[in-house]
Nanobody
């Protein structure tokens, strides 16, 4: 199983980026897929997640209404559209996959697979 995250870069505050997470090696129909981020000197934190089959989503309070998570079944790819970016959004963003039932998990301990991370830098 491989998760390949991409799309990070340098953007000015107020700008937008779209991250992608391409999944391969299995189908993720029963999985929860999520985005986490880790800023320098801080712990990894949940950003957004979705249950692949139903499309149910969950977001961290800090990014509500600015970020949108989605997936493309045909491409087996998950996206994170990030708008109105702020300097505090600067972090390495990771995508993960969790084989869990029920609600979208916000705990990184539930995630079985991880991508390599993509750096997002927001300048003020």
């Amino acid at each position: 199983v491989q998760l390949q995250a991409s799309g990070g870069g340098l953007v000015q505050a107020g700008g937008s980026l779209r991250l992608s997470c391409a999944a391969s090696g299995r189908t993720f129909g029963s999985y929860v897929m999520g985005w986490f981020r880790q800023a320098p000197g801080k712990e990894r934190e949940f950003v957004a997640g979705l249950r692949w089959s139903e499309g149910n989503t969950a977001y961290a309070d800090s990014i509500q209404d600015r970020f949108t998570i989605s997936r493309d079944n045909a491409k087996n790819t998950m996206y994170l559209q990030m708008n109105s970016l702020k300097p505090e959004d600067t972090a390495v963003y990771y995508c993960g996959a969790a084989n869990v039932r029920g609600l979208v998990s916000e705990s990184e301990r539930d995630y079985n697979y991880w991508g390599q991370g993509t750096l997002v830098t927001v300048s003020s």
